[in-house]
């Protein structure tokens, strides 16, 4: 291929087909990686020497900590190594520093920097750059990324081309965040990961597109632990070793048939229920917080973090299995998610709306108290962790159905098993569930600490001290509020 190229990468560095395959990539960003030793860090640092020789360039290579940069096999020292006859004659100059960098005689700079601390990206806000990129991006936050890329700029006479660019393996805090944006995902035909971002391109490697390295390594990497073993040696970009749910605690799946009884698969057989029987509420989380705001802004100055508000329905059956029913998932106004809130309400008819009242979701409450909807109000004030106990819990005991399948259930699943409790990590979802088995839990343990909100209600709930099967016969006592729904006669929902 017809690349640029020059004499500060050595010639016993030629790129092998993959590397040359991202070399000669004319997109602004790309990606490279998946599993470890695929030459991702020689790749990046071919990259960032091509336009060396050039009149002006400036490119910058990016590690998470200072520690991490100076490391004897970092992509710093690489280079140190590459460059070494040109910084043993003079003719290329290194400079240490807060900005380790090598300077041409073109008078072209390759810097290399780090973003260990919260804002240090905008240490770089005065910065002009042709050639940025990550090392290890998955190490990186995605606002630290997507603000860099308001330094990639050239003056209008230069012929040096724009280019972000980042290596990394699987893991780490912005896994999912990478996967996702370069739309990583598994080839059922080929059994690889490939990307499908056609503007921000994905060039996967594995240990056997890297013939320098010593094969003895791929041995080494059979000795990890199955979690690091299948990210390293396979570039799996699903597995997820610090996850707090595990997809087992949800094999069980609910399906609807005939769109009036739900039926469950349990190791005791088939179970249904019919739908009049489902009692039914909303837990509603406003994306609001410190960090985070309404339609996809954020309350922190410069710091873009995407936040989402949710809609999630919920049943539970008369032996208290609890189904998440649907999911609606946005960026919007207050205003425009109370719309979405009504219309909700409208299809779902749930008895109540638990809706979280930190910061937006006050005005939230208002809003929806005004247009008359039953709205029970919490304040969540404990660790997002600690709320998740629950949810946990009652997930590990199988008493939490998803559906066999719906068009929302890919996003939640994503969100729901790569979680791992880190506070930069998109959550909303996962928030909605633990509010909804805090709320079964108290259903099932027959709380009186509502009664007062409940019997306020537009519609009257109902509230039970006991139950735990659908046969009428071995249902233990129960206490019931007059509720509106046609209930089937039995169990903690029966009619009064």
């Known amino acids: 291929m017809n690349i640029k190229w020059n004499k ?22 790309a990606f490279y990686g998946g599993a470890a030793g695929g030459g991702k860090s020689d790749a990046l640092l ?3 020497l091509q336009y060396v020789d050039t009149k002006g360039y400036q490119g910058i290579i990016f590690r998470r900590t200072y520690q991490d940069m100076l490391l004897p096999s970092s992509i710093l020292s690489r280079c140190k190594e590459w460059l070494a006859p040109f910084l043993k004659t003079g003719e290329v100059k290194y400079k240490p520093g807060e900005n380790h960098s090598f300077h041409f005689p073109s008078g072209a700079v390759l810097a290399f920097g780090y973003l260990q601390n919260e804002g240090a990206e905008h240490r770089y806000q005065s910065s002009e750059y042709q050639y940025i ?22 003056t209008s006479d230069s012929k040096v081309p724009l280019r972000m660019r980042a290596g990394s393996n699987p893991g780490s805090v912005g896994m999912r965040w990478v996967r996702d944006r370069f739309q990583i995902k598994l080839n059922a035909e080929t059994g690889q990961y490939q990307g499908y971002n056609k503007d921000a391109p994905f060039i996967p490697a594995k240990l056997a597109d890297n013939p320098s390295i010593d094969p003895e390594y791929g041995n080494t990497l059979e000795k990890l632990g199955a979690v690091e073993r299948a990210r390293l040696k396979d570039g799996n970009w699903d597995i997820s070793e610090d996850a707090i749910y595990e997809k087992h605690w949800f094999t069980n799946r609910w399906t609807l048939k005939n769109d009036l009884y739900y039926h469950f698969l349990t190791k005791d057989g088939l179970e249904y229920t019919h739908k009049d029987d489902i009692f039914i509420f909303t837990t509603i989380d406003t994306a609001a917080s410190v960090k985070t705001g309404l339609k996809g802004k954020s309350f922190v100055k410069n710091r873009p973090i995407a936040s989402w508000s949710v809609i999630a329905t919920w049943g539970v059956t008369p032996d208290y299995k609890l189904l998440w029913l649907d999911n609606v998932r946005g960026q919007w106004s207050i205003p425009d998610f109370v719309n979405r809130i009504m219309e909700n309400h409208k299809q779902w008819k749930p008895l109540y709306n638990i809706i979280e009242k930190n910061g937006p979701g006050e005005g939230v409450c208002q809003f929806a108290e005004k247009r008359n909807l039953p709205v029970k109000g ?11 106990t629950a949810a946990q819990l009652q997930a590990e005991k199988g008493q939490i159905w998803l559906p066999r399948w719906a068009p929302w259930l890919p996003t939640v699943e994503d969100e729901l098993f790569t979680w791992t409790g880190h506070p930069d990590e998109i959550d909303d979802q996962v928030d909605v569930l633990s509010n909804a088995a805090n709320e079964r839990m108290s259903l099932a343990m027959g709380s009186e600490r509502d009664i007062e909100l409940r019997q306020g209600l537009k519609r009257s709930v109902p509230f039970t001290t006991g139950g735990s099967t659908n046969n009428p016969s071995r249902m233990s006592r129960s206490r019931v509020i007059t509720n509106p729904y046609k209930r089937r006669g039995w169990g903690p929902f029966m009619s009064s």
């Open 133 to 154: 990129a990550f090392d290890e991006l998955t190490h990186f936050h995605e606002h630290e990324y997507v603000y860099l890329f308001s330094r990639l700029r050239r």
């Open 46 to 48: 071919m990259g960032a």
């Open 378 to 388: 919490i304040h969540s004030r404990i660790e997002k962790v600690i709320n998740s």
């Open 8 to 29: 500060y990468i050595p010639e016993t560095h030629k790129p092998y087909p993959r590397q040359l395959a991202f070399l000669s990539l004319p997109h602004k960003e």
